[in-house]
């Protein structure tokens, strides 16, 4: 089955600038999606389409894509922006949705 | 703008039947808008594409979990619903209920842009 591959833990300090990566053999083809999950809550779209921006989320969330990895970029980290952050793609055909496994994001 | 609450037996038996609900308000199912999904995340652990449904009914299902899957969708009281046979302790999750948006599908974009709160099903006897 398909797999998206993000580090398990990035850490920065207040006002650094975050990358977190997911990696998959499919992005070239399919595009990739970002969410940000703080402790007991539900997921929050923060980019869609690689890097497109849902209204209401702020400029410092920017997505790139390169080959089979896309990087999700936080400028000026906040201590809100704190919590798991999962990619989200489609398999080759379309047919399966998957997500990465999550990567924690502490701000130290 | 869509609003999803899920509901359902916090409490399963293993081999039992696991039934949620996703009551769509701020939005109508018969519209056409959105895709309607299920997504479940174990205690600890990371999100799980479960499968969704449109209002006509066509469904389409994560295959690690079709044999045991079965969603329909209630146009008249605006919900959406899963079953899942046969559960094991390892079905133990927090469900959600997504959209997928229709005209992101239609240019292959696939994201869930609306989320219910999501609710606790544990199997246990």
């Known amino acids: 089955s398909y797999e998206l591959t993000q580090p398990p833990s990035v850490s920065v300090s207040p006002g650094q600038t975050a990358r977190i990566t997911c990696s998959g053999d499919?992005?070239?083809?399919?595009?990739a999606y970002w969410y940000q999950q703080r402790p007991g809550q539900a997921p929050i779209l923060v980019i869609y389409?690689?890097?497109q921006r849902p209204s209401g989320i702020p400029e410092r969330f920017a997505g790139s894509s390169s080959g089979t990895t896309v990087t999700l970029t936080i400028s000026g980290v906040q201590a809100e922006d704190e919590g798991d952050y999962y990619c989200?793609?489609?398999?080759?055909?379309?047919?399966?949705?998957?997500f990465g496994g999550g990567t924690k994001l502490t701000v130290l | 703008q869509v609003q999803l609450q899920e509901s359902g037996p916090g409490l399963v038996k293993p081999s039992q039947t696991l039934s949620l609900t996703c009551t769509v308000s701020?939005?109508?199912?018969?519209?056409?808008?959105?895709?309607w999904s299920w997504i479940r995340q174990p205690p600890g652990k990371g999100l799980e594409w479960i499968g969704y449904?449109?209002?006509?009914?066509?469904?389409y299902d994560n295959p690690s979990l079709k044999s045991r899957i079965t969603m329909s969708v209630d146009t008249s009281k605006n919900q959406f619903s899963l079953t899942l046979n046969s559960v094991t302790a390892a079905d133990t999750a927090v469900y959600y209920c997504?959209?997928?948006?229709?005209?992101?599908?239609?240019?292959?974009?696939?994201?869930?842009?609306?989320w219910g709160q999501g609710t606790l099903v544990t199997v246990s006897s």
């Open positions: 499919a992005l070239p083809k399919q595009y």
């Open positions: 701020g939005g109508s199912i018969r519209s056409g808008d959105y895709y």
């Open positions: 389409e690689d890097r």
């Open positions: 989200q793609s489609a398999d080759s055909s379309s047919t399966s949705l998957v």
């Open positions: 997504a959209t997928v948006p229709h005209s992101a599908m239609e240019v292959n974009s696939y994201y869930f842009d609306y």
């Open positions: 449904i449109y209002y006509t009914g066509s469904t």
